[in-house]
């Protein structure tokens, strides 16, 4: 480890390389121009999650109107994107912006020491393949290296799995060797990932085998845009991408008012256009009837019915039961039945991680994430200087990305006019209630919740997943709001 006086020191210093953390570059660099700033990225690359992933078919569930920046129209055919095209986005979003030369790759933050005296975190380092220790110091610390580990997914204890003689692989680590041409494929999982695998498989595959403990609610969307078609056709490229923008926030904000308030309509108008979908004969009760309502889990999006016509054309199939044990061929079920597979793809889930796997003190005292407050969505109570990016459960995660950004510069902006090096979220309302982090019924969620900051019944230590409160909080209301403590003041 160096000496003190060797350590760097920036301003800022931005731990991820992915949508947040490129998200925070920019915004430093356009609101904060006299701050400096890093980017520490613990992969080799940048693109977070888009260049993990490199399953077949991967893409986001969420339009590109509200998943891109809100300083960068999206300018491609299609809303509903595939990986590579949103890995081209990112990159070049870097790149135009000089964001890219700021970012130290194989840099994983492990710890980090805040320091009252000093003002200031001290952050250690392991660098390159070797993981060499090295220790840098800043005045803030913005987290933006996501929510779940990327070391490794989620794979429940299946019975027999020594057994099998077939291939089993995680989409999160996908094998660059992988064929699935001609061969019999099992995909256990109903989230997103599951929902996308298998029509991608499908198009070479001789049969693929959605098989789901339970259903979920399944919509399907155009994977182009018409309105933003038309619009960018007669309106320049940013005026029409904030219309689309807006459009389609409210639409969805819409939509999950809806179905909060009227969850039986939006189940039967969801259901309604699977029937459609698949035909009067098709057992949609079984396979696509949830146990819960609308949005307790978040929905699954299907880009032009690609999941329903591979269904119709007899490519895909999907089978609700549980894994009793894997076979030397395949997968029996709970009900007796077995499935040949040749792969078993385990689209189970991801393995959440707080605060993404950096162990925070203060002032020498560890900090426990499960006993904080978190404040507006972004900085935890008694944690002095530090922000996390972590965005919407039910809209795109750029929306609250994008508002996390500009207020930590708003944050710091205002320490700077008024002399202050220290700001810490203070919760002195002992009637505040905890709640857990998320109200989400989804099993990765729920595995891993308790040990995440708690969320306050009330303002501003509740996390309202509403795009156009928080805008009006974060963009418009006071930073300094009797609950933000400023301390420190700069001497000289």
Not at 400 to 423: F, I, P
Not at 460 to 475: I, K, M, T
């Amino acid at each position: 480890m160096q000496d003190e006086d060797q350590q760097e020191h920036v301003d800022v210093l931005v731990v991820g390389a992915g949508l947040s953390g490129i998200g925070a570059g920019y915004h430093l660099q356009a609101n904060c121009p006299g701050r400096s700033y890093a980017i520490l990225e613990g992969r080799e690359r940048s693109g977070g999650t888009w260049d993990l992933f490199r399953y077949p078919g991967v893409r986001s569930d969420s339009d590109m109107y509200t998943l891109g920046y809100s300083f960068r129209p999206w300018t491609q055919a299609k809303s509903i994107a595939d990986g590579p095209s949103i890995l081209n986005y990112l990159r070049e979003t870097a790149a135009q912006h000089g964001i890219d030369r700021k970012i130290r790759f194989n840099h994983r933050v492990v710890r980090a020491s805040w320091s009252t005296a000093d003002a200031c975190w001290s952050v250690d380092v392991e660098r390159g393949p070797e993981r060499l220790p090295m220790r840098m110091r800043c005045n803030f610390l913005f987290l933006c290296s996501g929510y779940y580990r990327y070391e490794a997914g989620y794979t429940p204890e299946f019975a027999g799995v020594g057994d099998y003689a077939g291939r089993i692989v995680h989409p999160q680590h996908w094998p660059e060797d992988m064929d699935c041409s001609g061969k019999k494929v099992i995909v256990i999982g109903s989230g997103a990932t599951a929902m996308t695998l298998v029509p991608a498989l499908a198009k070479t595959a001789s049969h693929v085998t959605l098989l789901q403990r339970s259903p979920t609610y399944v919509v399907a969307r155009p994977a182009q845009d018409p309105i933003a078609h038309g619009l960018r056709s007669f309106l320049p490229a940013g005026m029409a991408y904030g219309l689309t923008r807006w459009k389609n926030v409210l639409l969805s904000m819409y939509f999950f008012r809806l179905a909060r308030r009227k969850p039986d309509r939006v189940k039967k108008l969801i259901l309604g256009g699977v029937r459609q979908a698949l035909g009067p004969g098709y057992d949609v009760a079984t396979h696509f009837t949830p146990r819960y309502n609308p949005w307790d889990q978040r929905l699954c999006l299907v880009p032009d019915g690609d999941l329903f016509a591979a269904i119709r054309a007899g490519r895909a199939s999907m089978v609700t039961d549980h894994v009793d044990t894997f076979t030397p061929g395949g997968i029996r079920l709970k009900s007796g039945r077995e499935l040949e597979a040749d792969v078993v793809v385990t689209a189970t889930g991801l393995e959440l991680q707080v605060l993404g796997g950096v162990q925070l003190e203060v002032d020498g005292r560890r900090v426990d994430p499960a006993a904080t407050f978190n404040y507006k969505g972004m900085m935890y109570s008694d944690v002095p200087n530090l922000a996390s990016s972590f965005g919407y459960t039910n809209a795109s995660w750029t929306l609250k990305s994008d508002l996390t950004c500009a207020y930590v510069c708003r944050v710091l902006n205002h320490m700077e006019k008024q002399g202050w090096r220290q700001c810490t979220p203070r919760n002195t309302d002992p009637s505040l209630a905890p709640e857990p982090w998320l109200d989400f019924s989804s099993g990765y969620v729920q595995r891993a919740v308790g040990r995440f900051p708690k969320q306050g019944s009330r303002a501003p230590w509740r996390v309202y997943q509403n795009y156009a409160r928080d805008l009006v909080s974060l963009r418009f209301g006071s930073v300094d709001d009797g609950v933000m403590e400023f301390a420190n003041r700069r001497v000289g």
